[in-house]
């Protein structure tokens, strides 16, 4: 009776069941015991194996995205740091705030016209989470089924190599200098569908760099293998470096940082944008 019962489980609930076996938080003796809960009391996999004590509501909330490919992280599961929220957290209330941005951001933008791949993060100053948007909007765009790529191009403070654990000995700069190419892109294996190129080795000189006409080439040659490419850029309002970037994007999203920031500054830099012939698709107000 119990090699019928383990076939009919991983025939029926590949679903859960075999998810949670082959990811270590059941043995098949314990699957055999809920599949019995189930038929007997007409429950469902995850709930009987609840009542039984043996998985939490976290082991099965984390099933279910493997079951429908929606991938996120348990904490200790990798190198992306905790700080990139949408990973980890894709339930909370926060998440949900960056799920809605995104969306407006396919209407307003991306879903437009088709070759509209590329978006510039920007704020007039530091601290206003640039980054931390530009990584976690990343997340949120791959677990769409998006072909995300993140390229840090924040030659002076770069970011994103800390928040997703890539090496950051080699990247963008020396894609620029003429010492790299493309496939200094970095996958994020514990999240399908998005890349990082890291912003590599601090260089004396980025704004002259990032104005090289090699940028526009590497953009175009991205737009051919990624849905979606987001730009976090330094602070516009130290650096002319933000506005060349959201000029070879075309776009930009401008972020403001609840009791941090300064409204005029931020009306500014958007002015600034706009005269530069860029679409300000929008202003985000960020509390983290």
Same mark, same amino acid.
């Given at each position: 009776?119990?090699?019928?019962?383990?076939?009919?489980?991983?025939?029926?609930?590949?679903?859960?069941?075999?998810?949670?076996? !082959?990811? *270590?938080?059941?043995?098949?003796?314990?699957?055999?015991?809920?599949?019995? =809960?189930?038929? +007997?009391?007409?429950?469902?996999? *995850?709930?009987?194996?609840?009542?039984? &004590?043996?998985?939490?509501?976290? !082991?099965?909330?984390?099933?279910?995205?493997? #079951?429908?490919? /929606?991938? /996120?992280?348990?904490?200790?599961?990798?190198?992306?740091? +905790?700080? =990139?929220?949408?990973?980890?957290?894709?339930?909370?209330?926060? %998440?949900?705030?960056?799920?809605?941005?995104?969306?407006?951001?396919?209407?307003? $933008?991306? !879903?437009?016209?088709?070759?509209?791949?590329?978006?510039?993060?920007?704020?007039?100053?530091?601290?206003?989470?640039?980054? $931390?948007?530009?990584?976690?909007?990343?997340?949120?765009?791959?677990?769409? *089924?998006?072909?995300?790529?993140?390229?840090?191009?924040?030659?002076?403070?770069?970011?994103?190599?800390?928040?997703?654990?890539?090496?950051?000995?080699? *990247?963008?700069?020396?894609?620029?200098?003429?010492?790299?190419?493309?496939?200094? %892109? @970095?996958?994020?294996?514990?999240?399908?569908?998005?890349?990082?190129?890291?912003?590599?080795?601090?260089?004396?000189?980025?704004? @002259?760099?990032?104005?090289?006409?090699?940028?526009?080439?590497?953009? #175009?040659?991205?737009?051919?293998?990624? !849905?979606?490419?987001?730009?976090?850029?330094?602070?516009? &309002?130290?650096?002319?470096?933000?506005?060349?970037?959201?000029?070879?994007?075309?776009?930009?999203? %401008?972020?403001?940082?609840?009791?941090?920031?300064?409204?005029?500054?931020?009306?500014?830099?958007?002015?600034?944008?706009?005269?530069?012939?860029?679409? %300000?698709? &929008?202003? =985000?107000?960020?509390?983290?």
């Amino acid at each position: 009776m119990n090699a019928p019962a383990t076939s009919e489980l991983i025939a029926n609930e590949r679903s859960i069941g075999a998810i949670l076996v !082959d990811a *270590g938080r059941l043995s098949t003796e314990d699957a055999e015991r809920i599949f019995r =809960v189930q038929r +007997e009391e007409g429950l469902r996999f *995850g709930d009987a194996a609840i009542k039984l &004590g043996l998985v939490t509501e976290a !082991d099965i909330q984390r099933a279910l995205s493997r #079951q429908f490919d /929606y991938p /996120y992280l348990q904490r200790g599961d990798g190198k992306v740091t +905790e700080a =990139v929220i949408a990973a980890y957290e894709p339930f909370s209330p926060q %998440v949900e705030s960056l799920r809605a941005l995104r969306s407006q951001l396919m209407l307003r $933008w991306f !879903d437009t016209e088709p070759e509209r791949r590329t978006l510039a993060i920007t704020s007039p100053a530091r601290g206003e989470g640039r980054s $931390w948007l530009t990584a976690n909007m990343g997340v949120v765009f791959s677990q769409l *089924g998006e072909r995300t790529l993140i390229i840090d191009a924040d030659l002076r403070n770069p970011r994103q190599h800390e928040l997703f654990g890539v090496d950051n000995r080699a *990247g963008l700069s020396a894609a620029l200098a003429g010492r790299g190419t493309p496939d200094l %892109v @970095e996958r994020i294996p514990a999240l399908r569908d998005l890349s990082v190129l890291p912003a590599g080795a601090v260089p004396p000189n980025p704004q @002259e760099l990032l104005a090289r006409p090699i940028f526009a080439r590497l953009l #175009q040659e991205f737009a051919r293998e990624f !849905d979606v490419i987001l730009i976090d850029t330094p602070a516009g &309002g130290l650096y002319a470096d933000s506005q060349t970037l959201a000029v070879r994007a075309s776009a930009a999203l %401008v972020v403001a940082q609840r009791n941090l920031s300064r409204m005029r500054q931020v009306r500014r830099h958007a002015d600034m944008l706009r005269h530069a012939s860029v679409a %300000v698709v &929008g202003t =985000v107000l960020n509390d983290h």
